[in-house]
C-alpha cells in the first residue's frame, strides 16, 4: 500500500484542517529540492507551477537556505519601526531595476502589498474607485478582495464601494474584431472607459492590473495595451498599479513585465517570485507619490513589515538571479518550453491556444477548435492524468473560457526536466482525450 495513503494523517487533516479552495491532492509530500516534490513513497514530481507560481529557483536552493539559516542566527523579526540592513539592501537594489521606482515599503504577502498599494492611491488621488479587469485575481483581503474578479466574490457580503471592472484583452477570444478577425483591444478599451466614466462618480484613483492575468487563464496584455491604459488613467487622475506577483524577477524575460512595453506603472507590487517561495512582498512607487502619501499621513502600519529575514531572502534571489543569469535563461527555456506546446496544439485538436511569454505560459483545452467550446472536464482528466504520471499543472475553469493550464517552471528548470514535461503533458492529453 501507498504511503500517501496513512489513514492517521489523513484522519487527522480532515478533522482539523479547513478547507478553503479546490481539494488537496491525495499525496504526502515530504520533500522537495529543485523542480521536484517527493511524496511519502519518495516519487518524484516534476512541478511546473514552482509551487504556488512562487519558487522561482526550484526547491531548495542552497543559497536560500544559507541565508535564512545566517539571518535567523543573527536577526529575523524586529519592532515595525526599526531598520536593518537587509531592508535597506533590499530596497536599494530593487529601486535600481525598476527607474522612477524608487521608494520601497517591504511587506509579507500579493494580497497585502495589493491592500497597500490601494490604500495608498485612494490617499494621494483623494478618489476611492478602483478599476480592474474581470478575469483578475489581486488577492483575499479587502480591497484586493473587491478588485478580484476571477472567484470569490459570492456570498461575502458587499465588496468596497466604487470596485469596477472592464474586460481582459483576450486574442483567443475577442470581443471586438478588426476585419481580418485579430483582438481590436483599443476599440475594447475605449468601449470599457466609456462605460466606467458613465459609472465614476468622479472619484476615480487607480487602476490595478496584472500584465499577465495568470489566474484569469494566462491573457497576455498585448504589446501597446499598458501605454494606452497609462494614458487612459492619466487623463483621469487615475494612478496606474501593476501587480507583478508572478510576473516579476525574472519570469517574462524581463526583471519586470512592464519593462517589454517601456511604461512605468505609478506604483507595482511584487510578492510570490520577489520571496522565491518565501512569504515576502514589496510595494514600490516614485519619490513624489511617496512624499504625497507621506505629507497626506500614510499608514500601513502591519507586524511584519520591514523584517529582516525575508527581505535578506530577496537579496539573495536577485543575487542568484543575476549571477545566474536567469533572466535569459527564463527566455531560452520558455522558448523550448513554448515550441513544445504549440507542438502538443499540432498533434492534439483539444488543444485550443497556447500563449504567455517566458516561463509562465498557458495551454488553453476546448472540446471543439472551430467553436472553442470550452474542455473543463478534459482538462480536469488531463491534469490528473499528469499528476498521476509525475507531473504537477494547474487549471484554471472561467465562464466563457476553456480550462487553462497555467506552467509556470522555476527559472533553473532544465532542458531536460522541460522535455521530461511536455513527454508527460503529450501522454497525458494522448490518454484522457481517448477516453473523453
Not at 508572478?246 to 519593462?259: D, E, L, W
Not at 545566474?324 to 535563461?329: A, G, R, S, T, V
Request: glycine share 12%.
Amino acid at each position: 500500500m501507498s504511503l500517501n495513503a496513512d489513514p492517521a494523517f489523513w484522519a487527522s487533516a480532515n478533522k482539523h484542517l479547513t478547507r478553503y479552495g479546490p481539494a488537496f491532492e491525495t499525496i504526502i509530500v515530504e520533500r522537495a529540492e529543485g523542480s521536484f516534490v517527493y511524496d511519502a513513497d519518495g516519487r518524484g514530481i516534476l512541478d511546473f507551477t514552482s509551487g504556488q507560481m512562487s519558487a522561482v529557483l526550484g526547491h531548495t536552493h542552497p543559497d536560500i537556505v544559507a541565508t535564512v539559516g545566517r539571518q535567523m542566527g543573527s536577526v529575523a523579526h524586529l519592532f515595525s519601526g526599526m531598520l536593518s540592513r537587509p531592508v535597506v539592501e533590499l530596497a536599494e537594489r530593487l529601486a535600481s531595476h525598476a527607474p522612477g521606482l524608487d521608494r520601497v515599503q517591504l511587506l509579507s504577502t500579493g494580497g497585502e502589498s495589493n491592500e497597500a498599494a490601494i490604500r495608498m492611491a485612494k490617499l494621494v488621488t483623494g478618489g476611492h474607485e478602483i478599476v480592474a479587469f474581470a478575469q483578475s485575481w489581486h488577492g483575499m483581503t479587502g480591497g484586493a478582495a473587491s478588485a478580484t474578479y476571477s472567484a470569490g466574490r459570492r456570498g461575502y457580503g458587499p465588496a468596497a464601494a466604487g470596485s469596477f471592472v472592464i474586460p481582459a484583452p483576450n486574442s483567443y477570444r475577442p470581443r471586438f474584431s478588426k476585419p481580418d478577425g485579430s483582438n481590436d483591444w483599443q476599440a475594447e478599451l475605449d468601449d470599457a472607459f466609456e462605460l466606467i466614466d458613465r459609472q465614476s462618480t468622479g472619484n476615480l484613483a487607480a487602476f490595478i492590473a496584472e500584465p499577465i492575468l495568470s489566474s484569469g487563464g494566462i491573457l497576455e496584455l498585448p504589446l501597446g495595451y499598458l501605454a494606452a491604459l497609462k494614458r487612459k488613467c492619466e487623463e483621469r487622475g487615475m494612478l496606474l498599479i501593476l501587480d507583478e506577483a508572478q510576473t516579476g524577477i525574472g519570469r517574462t524575460g524581463h526583471m519586470f513585465a512592464f519593462q517589454r512595453d517601456g511604461v512605468t506603472p505609478d506604483i507595482m507590487t511584487l510578492s510570490k517570485t520577489l520571496g522565491a517561495g518565501l512569504p515576502l512582498a514589496a510595494v514600490m512607487t516614485s519619490a513624489e507619490i511617496e512624499q504625497k502619501a507621506h505629507e497626506k499621513g500614510y499608514l500601513f502600519y502591519t507586524t511584519h513589515v520591514s523584517d529582516p529575514l525575508p527581505a535578506a531572502v530577496g537579496v539573495t534571489v536577485l543575487d542568484v538571479v543575476e549571477r545566474d543569469k536567469l533572466i535569459e535563461q527564463a527566455i531560452a527555456r520558455g522558448d523550448r518550453l513554448k515550441k513544445g506546446l504549440l507542438s502538443l496544439q499540432q498533434k492534439y485538436e483539444c488543444v485550443g491556444d497556447v500563449r504567455g511569454r517566458g516561463l509562465l505560459l498557458g495551454l488553453e483545452i476546448v472540446t471543439d477548435r472551430q467553436t472553442k467550446a470550452p474542455g473543463f472536464e478534459l482538462g480536469a482528466q488531463i491534469m490528473e492524468e499528469a499528476m498521476r504520471r509525475g507531473l504537477s499543472m494547474n487549471i484554471v475553469k472561467l465562464p466563457g473560457m476553456g480550462g487553462v493550464f497555467r506552467i509556470a517552471p522555476a527559472l533553473t528548470v532544465s532542458e531536460d526536466e522541460i522535455d521530461q514535461g511536455l513527454e508527460i503533458m503529450s501522454e497525458a492529453i494522448d490518454y484522457a482525450a481517448s477516453r473523453h
